[in-house]
């Protein structure tokens, strides 16, 4: 910078300064970066703080992600953060926002009452909406797979052939492929699951090995927030080209609906699906027990269900066998053609 006159020199300097001061502020946040608007709406460096606070803990990047959002739409709204009845207010409020997703935002503010020592408790829990996830069919998957980017591509293959979640698959290493075995290892679970182990297709196992090993990671350091965002795109894209507008309401977990889906209706075991998932109550597991049949064999029964145990006894003395009992209560029988 010897030979730059003075002024441009300070100019420079002035730049530099600002960005290492940017970017350690901000470099540890591992999802999106903070809008171009956020001195407009975060004057006092609270969205910074706060994700500061949520990577010293054992948060997922998504739920890190997830919380920032909200926080960012509040103060776009004016909310004043440090008081919780306007806060509640807000998101009682909120209309666009389903119940499950208001609840994800007390559990947002939560943890930003605890990161500045608010003492608070939401008084209210909204009752989630039961639904059944969206499982697409075997065409439809693999037309994702088919039609989508190589890296892409090789991450639908896996994430329908394991039922690993996205983030399990982001921190599958290169040693957790095992060719000989054909399998590939879960070490990183999320959500406090237990390690697992999959088998998985010697097809995949090809598809891997097209990808570079630029470091220990089988998807190298992309982030999960930009793949997501490349397959919404090919997704939507497909979908038009397809004139398959179901393919919209294909996500990355929907790939995991898929794989236990099927996995239940060709084994019948609630514990294989469990174990496979890694879920850690089993009636999270039972809601993939009566979503769709992908095998004829299961085309050869009549299905019923009974409320209670008048309608089971009756059921039972007709010839229909006893199947499981569903999260709600009800009991499902059926009976061969």
Not at 201 to 223: D, E, H, Q
Not at 272 to 298: C, K, P
């Amino acid at each position: 910078m010897k030979n730059l006159p003075e002024a441009r020199v300070a100019r420079l300097a002035e730049c530099h300064k600002k960005q290492k001061a940017g970017y350690c502020q901000h470099a540890s946040f591992i999802g999106n970066p903070l809008p171009v608007n956020a001195n407009d709406i975060d004057k006092n460096g609270i969205l910074a703080q706060f994700l500061i606070h949520c990577q010293k803990t054992t948060l997922s990047e998504e739920t890190i992600n997830t919380k920032y959002k909200i926080l960012r739409v509040m103060l776009n709204n004016s909310v004043k953060l440090n008081q919780p009845d306007e806060v509640q207010r807000f998101i009682h409020n909120r209309k666009e926002w389903s119940n499950g997703h208001k609840n994800t935002a007390l559990y947002a503010y939560v943890e930003y009452c605890r990161m500045k020592g608010i003492q608070w408790n939401p008084t209210s829990i909204y009752s989630k909406n039961e639904t059944l996830p969206f499982v697409p069919t075997e065409k439809e998957i693999d037309a994702l797979i088919n039609g989508t980017s190589l890296k892409v591509s090789v991450a639908l293959q896996a994430l329908k052939e394991t039922g690993f979640r996205i983030g399990e698959l982001w921190r599958c290493k290169w040693t957790d492929i095992d060719e000989e075995k054909s399998t590939l290892k879960c070490n990183q679970p999320e959500k406090k699951c237990a390690p697992r182990e999959v088998r998985i297709s010697a097809k995949l196992i090809g598809r891997f090995n097209l990808l570079p090993k630029t470091n220990a990671y089988v998807f190298g350091k992309t982030r999960i927030s930009a793949t997501r965002t490349t397959f919404d795109y090919q997704r939507n894209r497909l979908a038009k080209k397809l004139n398959n507008p179901r393919l919209t309401q294909i996500h990355l977990h929907t790939f995991r609906h898929y794989h236990a889906t099927r996995l239940y209706n060709e084994t019948k075991s609630l514990l294989e699906v469990q174990a496979r998932l890694g879920h850690r109550n089993i009636n999270s597991t039972m809601v993939y027990t009566h979503i769709v049949q992908f095998d004829e064999e299961s085309q050869n029964y009549h299905h019923a269900v009974a409320r209670n145990e008048k309608e089971a006894g009756e059921l039972i003395d007709n010839g229909w066998t006893y199947i499981l009992t569903t999260p709600q209560n009800v009991m499902m029988f059926r009976k061969r053609k």
